[in-house]
């Protein structure tokens, strides 16, 4: 069983930065595609970031809307997947869930078979 535990979300206000953790169990993080997703209140949950695994060391994407100001990474050793976000802007309040792949595409939660309990990230102006 795996198990994704999301951790530092909070409160902070527009320009200022937060950075997200997903602690994983298992080999999850070395072997696996990871991404980040996002659910606003009303909105269908949404693709942020994705760490694409290969046997050259694997890619990262980003939507367009986080591109610049949010970066993905992770930490094989500790079994930790990251997220970034600076120049925060209140449209990126929401909750944040870290995921497993599971071989479908990356940008799509149908690609994702494991995932957190979430974390929630709220930006006031």
């Known amino acids: 069983q795996v198990q994704l535990v999301e951790s530092g979300g909070g409160l902070v206000q527009a320009g200022g930065s937060l950075r997200l953790s997903c602690a994983a169990s298992g080999r999850t993080v070395s072997a696996n595609n990871m991404g980040w997703f996002r659910q606003a209140p009303g909105k269908e949950r949404e693709f942020v970031a994705a760490f694409t695994w290969s046997w050259t060391g694997g890619n990262t994407y980003y939507a367009d809307s986080v591109k610049g100001r949010f970066t993905i990474s992770r930490d094989t050793a500790k079994n930790t997947v990251y997220l970034q976000m600076n120049s925060l802007k209140h449209e990126d309040t929401a909750v944040y869930y870290c995921?497993?792949?599971?071989?479908?595409?990356?940008?799509?939660?149908?690609?994702?078979?494991?995932w957190g309990q979430g974390t929630q990230v709220t930006v006031f102006s």
């Open positions: 995921a497993r792949g599971s071989g479908g595409s990356y940008y799509q939660a149908l690609g994702y078979d494991y």
